[in-house]
T-cell receptor, first 113, second 113 residues
Framework: QKEVEQNSGPLSVPEGAIASLNCTYS??????FFWYRQYSGKSPELIMS????GDKEDGRFTAQLNKASQYVSLLIRDSQPSDSATYLC?????????????FGKGTHLIIQP | DTEVTQTPKHLVMGMTNKKSLKCEQH?????MYWYKQKAKKPPELMFV???????INESVPSRFSPECPNSSLLNLHLHALQPEDSALYLC????????????FGPGTRLTVL
């Protein structure tokens, strides 16, 4: 049974600061890792995907993966009030073909103006 | 373009009704998914279709019946639902089977009376 753990928060960060979101996963066979942003009442929106150890940067977002520690994180630089949302960490393994995502419970991020 | 469309946006049904949810993508993706999301919970995988064949059924009750008429369409037929089935139903697609980025549609908000 795959498990993905996140601190549910809320995580409160001042505007302009760096927000740091963390996630751990249980299945060492997991191969793909994703961060989704979800606003209240809306569907998840892909922010970042990462497949290999190290950092991956896209604009204000940086994803970090450490497979040995089974740890993935998301940094948001220059946080904006519009970044206030729930951030879902998701993990995808391989089950002989298409696999579904296993989500963490999400971290509620609040950016204070 | 990574658009997945879902209809209807909202659905209210009684426990004796039969209804269907529809999902469509025209990105040539070969894997499609149904997820269920209850309030303040993460999405939970229900079904996976890979190359139009059902590859994963996460022990979902038979009152939910998926159908994949072609590579662009995914339906979820609903019959004799219970009030606890009220949730946001999310469709997603990915370019190919196996670990790959999944893109979500806007969801159908279902209320069972």
């Amino acid at each position: 049974q795959k498990e993905v753990e996140q601190n549910s928060g809320p995580l409160s960060v001042p505007e302009g600061a760096i927000a740091s979101l963390n996630c751990t996963y249980s299945d060492r066979g997991s191969q793909s890792f994703f961060w989704y942003r979800q606003y209240s009442g809306k569907s998840p929106e892909l922010i970042m995907s990462i497949y290999s150890n190290g950092d991956k940067e896209d604009g204000r977002f940086t994803a970090q993966l450490n497979k040995a520690s089974q740890y993935v994180s998301l940094l948001i630089r220059d946080s904006q009030p519009s970044d206030s949302a729930t951030y879902l960490c998701a993990v995808n393994g391989v089950r002989g073909g298409a696999d579904g995502l296993t989500f963490g419970k999400g971290t509620h991020l609040i950016i204070q103006p | 373009d990574t658009e997945v469309t879902q209809t209807p946006k909202h659905l209210v049904m009684g426990m004796t009704n039969k209804k269907s949810l529809k999902c469509e993508q025209h990105m040539g993706h070969r894997a499609m998914y149904w997820y269920k999301q209850k309030a303040k919970k993460p999405p939970e995988l229900m079904f996976v279709y890979s190359y139009e064949k059902l590859s994963i059924n996460e022990s979902v009750p038979s009152r939910f019946s998926p159908e994949c008429p072609n590579s662009s369409l995914l339906n979820l037929h609903l019959h004799a639902l219970q009030p606890e089935d009220s949730a946001l139903y999310l469709c997603a697609s990915s370019p190919k089977s196996g670990p790959d980025t999944q893109y979500f549609g806007p969801g159908t908000r279902l209320t069972v009376l």
